[in-house]
């Protein structure tokens, strides 16, 4: 589900959690007076209304130190990232704001605003405390930017007054990204759906079921196919040929008088279906080109003209392949085997380092520099703030970067890449 994400950040004990429990009215949140309670970033979902359905960060004070408060800040910055809306807590009951720089919360207005970011303030009052806004303001927001409330977050009659302060601030909207181009109800998309030994007993696998869903739901028709890829790569003849000509067959029919107007294939069988497509008058495309020109909202162009650095590698290079999501790596895995195996092929044993990040996981600005490309899965598990987070890092880091179905593509030639990009109106 596309959802905006909502980051709270600031420093220990400037109440972000006693904020997070006050947005949910529940205790989502551990909170207590000890310093670095919340030790990793703490997330629950939501629904606000009229801003949607929507994401929470509780994240860690970013002004710990020591190696244990270093760790604490690089996750904190992985959410703020991920946030569409920065809420920044500051506790009027804390004396370093009397004769403070106030570099932790610069640098959190700094970065957010570097990355785009929506920026609330909210100050935690206290009951018998004196008001220090205007001063802490004078010193974060001397002109004055960013929109503030001042709230007991401990009062959980607040909720509405909080509610309202971000309902009427936020100019966001939930992103509505097709996932496809739009289709013709009265033709039919082919999903060839290659099952192995990695898909699990009793469902497809999270990109097939949302394509089909969004396809169904908008009233396309589809037809789901599932290719023998052994014998399709078999070499022994009469096997090859007995899967194409059952390929033919179903083609043919589903395609009288000119009713297929697509093909999504899984990315590894692009092997098989570029060759058997060639000549075809109707559409082809992968499950992770599909998945991946969504999550980056319509950027696929940025990784078809980064699967042209792939060329460029040379001996000694470091490649990262990078999934978002935890399993166990089985059989002819994509990530694991497959393109390692063919960067093997063109550039030669260990000639080239391949290192692997899976699920939430991704290298830190200063280790993406170490990369000459970085090959990327559909990202079916991540959301869009993720994905728009690491191509941002990539961007500033000046590493290209790919995605599965755009790379496997490309390795079939040009022309192959052409016409998976086709759909999206694309051409190299």
């Known amino acids: 589900m596309e ?52 994401k929470i960060f509780d994240t860690a004070g970013i002004d710990e130190t020591g190696i244990l408060g ?13 946030s569409d809306i920065v809420l920044l807590v500051i506790n009027e009951n804390n004396p370093v704001y009397k004769n403070d720089d106030y570099s932790t919360e610069s640098e959190v207005l700094s970065f957010s605003e570097k990355r785009g970011k929506e920026i609330l303030i909210v100050y935690n009052k206290f009951k018998g405390f004196p008001c220090i806004r205007e001063a802490v303001s004078a010193k974060i927001d001397g002109r004055n930017k960013y929109p503030y409330i001042e709230l007991e977050l401990s009062e959980r009659s607040n909720y509405s007054k909080l509610i309202e ?8 909207q939930p992103a509505k990204t097709p996932l496809l181009p739009d289709m013709d109800k009265n033709k039919i998309v082919f999903l060839n759906i290659p099952i192995d030994e ?13 394509i089909e869903e969004y ?12 290719m023998d890829l052994g014998k399709a790569r078999s070499i022994i003849a009469e096997e090859s040929a007995g899967e194409k000509k059952r390929f033919d067959e179903f083609i043919t029919h589903l395609n009288r008088n000119g009713k297929l107007q697509l093909l999504i294939t899984d990315s590894q069988a692009m092997d098989i279906i570029s060759k058997w497509t060639k000549d075809a008058h ?35 290079d470091k490649v990262m392949i990078a999934e978002g999501c935890n399993h166990d790596r089985k059989a002819e895995d994509i990530g694991t085997v497959q393109i390692p195996k063919k ?4 550039f ?6 391949v290192d692997h990040y899976f699920g939430r996981v991704f290298a830190e600005y200063e280790k993406l520099k170490e990369y000459k490309l970085v090959i990327h899965c559909g990202g079916c598990m991540l959301d869009q703030q993720a994905i728009a987070s690491r191509m941002e890092d990539l961007i500033e880091s000046g590493v290209n970067f790919t995605n599965y179905g755009v790379l496997l593509s490309y390795f079939q030639g040009e022309e192959a890449l052409n016409k998976v990009i086709e759909p999206f109106g694309l051409k190299v």
Not at 348 to 353: L, M, N, R, S
């Open 3 to 54: 959802r905006i994400n909502i980051g709270i950040f600031g420093r220990v004990n400037s109440g972000k959690s006693t904020l997070m429990n006050l947005l949910t009215q529940q205790e989502t949140s551990i909170v207590d007076p000890t310093p670095g309670t919340t030790a990793d970033v703490k997330t629950t979902v939501m629904e606000i209304h009229e801003l949607g359905p929507v």
């Open 70 to 82: 270093a760790k604490k800040k690089e996750k904190t910055f992985s959410a703020l990232k991920r």
């Open 165 to 172: 302060f971000i309902r009427k601030n936020s100019k966001l």
């Open 198 to 210: 990695e898909t699990p007993e009793g469902r497809f696998l999270r990109p097939q079921m949302m």
């Open 215 to 226: 396809l169904v739901r908008r009233f396309v028709p589809t037809f789901a196919y599932r």
């Open 282 to 316: 109707y559409m082809v495309t992968t499950f992770s080109i599909v998945m991946i020109n969504f999550l980056s909202r319509g950027n696929l162009e940025l990784f078809v003209n980064g699967a042209r650095s792939f060329k460029d590698l040379k001996p000694g």
């Open 343 to 346: 960067i093997e092929a063109v």
């Open 348 to 353: 030669g044993k260990d000639a080239v380092q």
